[in-house]
Nanobody, 116 residues
Framework: VQLQASGGGLVQSGGSLRLSCAAS????????MRWYRQAPGKQRELVAH???????RYADSVKGRFTISRNDAKNMLYLQMSSLKPEDAAVYFC???????????WGQGTQVTVSS
């Protein structure tokens, strides 16, 4: 599976961005899809995940502000981010796993910068 993340950029505090992640390869067997982020000097953290059936879970820090979604017909994963804060600034990575494996596949990351 190959993943290509896009949509990052510079936004003012309180603004919005939508991240996209395009999947290719063994897409039929994609199970969970996830967004992670990593800020400088910090560990990578799970932001949100969405299951094959559409169930979602969010980090407490983004609940009510971020929405994860997937369009399996288009092989896409999205993260709609609203009310962005400076502490949301990070490199955002998409990740998936497959129904028959515990291996995680990763995209290259997209930078989100939030100015105060």
């Amino acid at each position: 599976v190959q993943l290509q993340a896009s949509g990052g950029g510079l936004v003012q505090s309180g603004g919005s961005l939508r991240l996209s992640c395009a999947a290719s390869g063994d897409i039929v067997n994609i199970n969970f899809m996830r967004w992670y982020r990593q800020a400088p000097g910090k560990q990578r953290e799970l932001v949100a995940h969405i299951s094959r059936g559409g169930g979602t879970r969010y980090a407490d820090s983004v609940k009510g502000r971020f929405t994860i979604s997937r369009n399996d017909a288009k092989n896409m994963l999205y993260l709609q981010m609203s009310s962005l804060k400076p502490e949301d600034a990070a490199v955002y990575f998409c990740s998936v796993d497959l129904t028959y494996s515990t291996k995680d596949y990763w995209g290259q990351g997209t930078q989100v910068t939030v100015s105060s």
